[in-house]
């Protein structure tokens, strides 16, 4: 892609990365295009690595990423659960969460400060997530204390999870299953809300300005750049055509093939990240 020269200054002014992973460093067991250079590039430089996925805790990507040979630290990882928590915990005076959610979404919250607590613990919000291992009881049990009026919040929203079997259900089916039964909706604090950019931004110690986000879909990462300030780049390797990308309102600050080009583009630049 041509650089003009307002995009050639973005790129020289960035210090810091957000690399969504799933379909932008990787997919399946395949690492993308120039991935593994572009994380090895910026290194010793603020970076971390997100995902919406808040069923999974922060080693399985650590440890996924390892496996293709892009070295990432534990704290490096931030998933919509961690930045959930993380938000809750700097934003709100919550302290106890009722967590529809995997074990991994309670360790988070334990993380971040948090006492995640059941009915009988006096929960003063319900958090939603991926819940992977949902039970009816524990459905229903968030059903009562969302009707029952506690503030009610969903680590992420997106409707669907690419299984090689098809799609199943996310959060957002979970989130549906809450509305039907209450009549309420979740506020969502993972991409593309500036919960989880907040979240990114304070764990870099970096501005929006001098922050980039690379990510392969447009209405979570490339929303959340363009959004909240970041330098929004698009890279083609996920499931987004040039015919999608035609017809969509989000419009990337830039558009890059793979990760490759990108690193191409910020070394072109000097950009004080790959230095
Ligand atoms: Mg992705």
Redesign the pocket.
Known sequence: MAVNQALESRLAGVRACLF?????LYVGGRAMEGAVELLAAVRDQPHLVLTNNSSRSRDVYRDRLAALGMTVALDQVLTSGEASADWLFHHTALRRPYVLGTPALVEACERAGLTPVDERGDPDCVLLGFDTTLTYARLAEACLLVAAGLPYYATHADRTCIDPRGLLPDAGGLIAAVEVTTSKRPVVLGKPEKSMCDAGLRRLGATAAETLIL???LDT?MTLGLRHGLLAVLTMT?EVSAAHLAASDVRPDLVVQSPAELLALLRQAGAPVVR
């Open positions: 969504d992973m799933d379909g932008t990510g392969d879909q990462d996920g």
